[in-house]
């Protein structure tokens, strides 16, 4: 994925140019009083808590950031603006338009995530004592360019977020034609071995290549799988990630958005290098 910056959450005049356009426009002052940070200042404040897990009012105000509660009022107010969908369409475009997205199979997974802070879409991990967890669900093209992502709780099966995260999938166009959102093949684990959803893959024309329960161990279907696996491993490189610190699911589905966001910045990035 290219070298690691020594300050990952400096924020990149090409990235900021893709994300200015996107913010809405900021209310007018209610009280009058300190100067607005500016908001490239307070995405780098946000950056910095994904990346460290620091928390929020441990900020250090020397970085020039703004204070941690600024930077939390502007990650909610942008999430409810939809702007890591918007950020995320306009990535996914760039990659299809260089013909760098694979559309031949999909591939789905989960990981279990502790929740220091029970809340909205928590719940008991059935792999950890019943202590409160949430799961990241991540949908991911051929290459392990994630298309999709989803909050639940800890005890939600995996394959009641199947059709979800496809659904969740934008259109993607770039290229001449439709817009692309259907894979033609969908690989997953043994988790989500049912038949009524391999009915309704065939359905929509996805053809299912899922694990069977019972079989001998070893599906042979790795040399595919593993791509997703790795995606959830850079997820979870941003610290925010490792554990569910907000007890609010939207601010921690915003950090999600976000990340995956960064993540898709970074094989746009790669066109570049090429």
Not at 32 to 53: E, K, S, W, Y
């Amino acid at each position: 994925m290219g070298k690691r910056q020594s300050r990952p959450w400096i924020v990149s005049d090409e990235l900021w140019s893709l994300i200015e356009p996107l913010l809405p426009e900021p209310g007018p002052k209610l009280v009058a009083g300190r100067p607005r940070v500016p908001d490239r200042q307070a995405l780098c404040g946000i950056l910095f808590v994904l990346h460290t897990g620091i928390q929020w009012e441990y900020l250090p105000q020397e970085l020039g950031f703004g204070s941690g509660m600024t930077c939390w009022r502007r990650l909610a107010a942008w999430n409810e603006a939809g702007v890591w969908e918007k950020l995320h369409l306009v990535l996914l475009k760039k990659l299809r338009s260089a013909k760098q997205l694979d559309w031949s199979r999909v591939v789905i997974d989960s990981s279990r995530v502790r929740a220091a802070r029970p809340g909205p879409k928590s719940g008991p991990s059935p792999v950890d004592r019943a202590r409160p967890g949430s799961k990241h669900h991540v949908l991911t093209d051929g290459q392990g360019i994630p298309l999709a992502v989803s909050l639940t709780g800890g005890n939600r099966n995996d394959v009641t977020q199947l059709l979800l995260l496809l659904d969740k999938v934008p259109p993607v166009a770039g290229v001449v034609g439709r817009p692309r959102r259907r894979p033609d093949m969908l690989f997953a684990d043994r988790d989500y071995d049912h038949d009524k959803y391999r009915r309704l893959l065939w359905k929509r024309g996805i053809r299912p290549v899922i694990a069977e329960r019972g079989q001998p161990h070893g599906s042979g279907l790795g040399i595919f799988r593993w791509v997703v696996e790795r995606t959830i491993s850079w997820l979870h490189g941003f610290r925010r990630l490792r554990i569910r610190w907000e007890r609010r699911d939207d601010i921690h589905g915003a950090f999600l958005g976000l990340a995956t966001c960064l993540i898709t910045h970074r094989h746009v990035q790669r066109l570049w290098d090429l």
